[in-house]
């Protein structure tokens, strides 16, 4: 850990990010808890709360802060996020893409604007709750994965960089999920056992078909349903209400099970076969962004991860051009999905990622 510097913890009233604040206010950091007010959609009752900050997550980040005797500030940022994630999210979906807004916040909103907000206020750091982990190797920052393996979070961290790396604390990389609930409650923090936060908090009811059928009707046209032959079997809804890998929810009567394979855009097709055709070999990558800051000159080797909880996958990764890459695995991998990121990792150092290609 770093001594005696000023550092701004990004609270959600949950027990991870208490828990950072925490154990930074121990060990004698100069510490502040930030949260930060984001869009939601209108609810039926006529809430606007972003599950991220309700009313009771900041009364609960507030009393944690009053208890830590740390100051705490929450800072607007509907505007930023609403253009920068949910239109993220809207626009990948139009595009026929499965987009990850939670990275799209990653990037743009906790180490975007939130980190800028948090240097402006004399902070030296920016810690979170994430289960990763911060390390320095001579000059260079590494992000590795958390100790715990069923809920290491650096996946959802390549995105960032030298600059940020150096910027950023994860006081609870080497801790277990029960265990920071354990500590919780040593430490009289009355969020102990409060409950996980939830993916796509910007969303009334949880269900990304229906925001889509109010905000964006238009990218929701039906169309042909077809078999990997080529023959119609059916008709989809709109193509952005359905994913690659997809089981339920198809729709056709079939002697087997029916799997999404492929949503053919420009012919507005979904396509559908076998789960022994899901697999593929090959995908590309752009946007990568490489922890280090340097792209690599030649074809390495690698184990890549395809979906926040999916298991790593022995592959080939090759440059071929400004952050791109070629990937190919050694074995068939199901479940490859436009939109979503490719990460990177050496042992369980995460060397960087980028969005997958259609």
Not at 54 to 81: C, H, K, M, S, W
Not at 179 to 198: H, K, M
Not at 253 to 259: C, G, I, Q
Request: include cysteine; charged fraction near 20%; hydrophobic fraction near 35%.
């Amino acid at each position: 850990m770093i001594d005696g510097k000023r550092v701004a913890v990004a609270m959600s009233g949950g027990v991870d990010s208490s828990v950072a604040a925490a154990l930074l206010r121990e060990q004698g950091h100069d510490v502040f808890g930030l949260m930060l007010r984001l869009w939601s959609e209108p609810g039926q009752n006529g809430n606007r709360h972003n599950r991220c900050c309700t009313p009771d997550a900041v009364g609960q980040a507030r009393e944690v802060a009053g208890l830590l005797d740390i100051p705490f500030y929450v800072l607007d940022a509907r505007e930023v996020f609403h253009q920068a994630v949910v239109q993220f999210f809207i626009g990948g979906h139009t595009d026929g893409v499965t987009p990850n807004p939670c990275l799209q916040c990653n990037r743009h909103i906790r180490w975007g604007f939130l980190l800028s907000k948090a240097l402006g206020m004399g902070a030296t750091h920016l810690a979170t709750g994430h289960y990763a982990r911060v390390h320095k190797e001579g000059e260079h920052y590494q992000l590795r994965r958390g100790s715990d393996a069923d809920k290491d979070q650096s996946y959802a961290l390549s995105m960032l960089g030298q600059r940020e790396l150096s910027q950023t604390l994860l006081p609870l990389g080497d801790f277990t999920k029960s265990y920071t609930r354990s500590l919780a409650g040593r430490l009289g923090l009355p969020v102990a056992q409060r409950p996980e936060s939830q993916d796509l908090c910007f969303l009334a009811d949880n269900d990304y078909r229906n925001f889509l059928r109010k905000h964006a009707p238009k990218c929701l046209r039906p169309g042909p349903i077809v078999n990997s032959a080529g023959e119609r079997i059916g008709e989809h809804n709109g193509l952005p209400l359905y994913t690659v890998g997809q089981r339920k929810g198809i729709g056709i009567a079939a002697p087997e099970p029916l799997y999404v394979l492929d949503r053919e855009r420009a012919a507005n097709t979904l396509v559908v076969g076998s789960r022994v055709e899901l697999g593929e070999i090959r995908l590309r990558a752009e946007k990568v962004n490489w922890t280090s800051g340097d792209q690599p000159d030649s074809t390495l080797r690698a184990r890549v991860q395809i979906r926040y909880r999916a298991r790593p996958a022995p592959a080939s990764i090759t440059p071929v051009g400004k952050n791109v890459v070629d990937v190919e695995f050694d074995h068939p991998l199901s479940g490859i999905t436009p939109g979503q990121a490719a990460v990177f990792y050496s042992d369980d150092v995460c060397l960087g990622g980028g969005e997958i290609q259609p």
